[in-house]
């Protein structure tokens, strides 16, 4: 499946922004979709995910309550709304896919489990 994220910006402190992203194939449904993002000189990291009915959500504690995943099977395409954003969510955020048959949230929440990847949306949160 290919993924293209969209809606990336520069905000202020307590802001918000939605990244839409959207993929392309037949099989949208069967993947579980997540968002990760890269700040400048540090690793990627886990922001959110959804399974493949969107009646799952997960989220890191560092973004919980103020960011939502969303899905749409019907329009491919995976949406995370950010709220009250802060400085420290700056960075280029992916959306990714994986084709799991069960998981866990250590499997969850790890870049390297997840099969593809979008080019990645940037946000500039200024303080």
């Known amino acids: 499946v290919q993924l293209q994220a969209s809606g990336g910006g520069l905000v202020q402190a307590g802001g918000y922004l939605r990244l839409s992203c959207a993929a392309a194939g037949r099989t949208f449904s069967s993947y579980v979709m997540a968002w990760f993002r890269q700040a400048p000189g540090k690793e990627r990291e886990f922001v959110a995910a959804?399974?493949?009915?969107?009646?799952?959500?997960y989220y890191a504690d560092s973004v919980k309550g103020r960011f939502t995943i969303s899905r749409d099977n019907a329009k491919n395409t995976v949406y995370l709304q950010m709220n009250n954003l802060k400085p420290e969510d700056t960075a280029v955020y992916y959306c990714a896919a994986a084709n799991f048959m069960f998981y866990n949230r250590v499997v969850l929440t790890s870049s390297a489990h997840y099969d593809y990847w979008g080019q990645g949306t940037e946000v500039t949160v200024s303080s």
């Open positions: 959804i399974n493949w009915g969107g009646g799952s959500t």
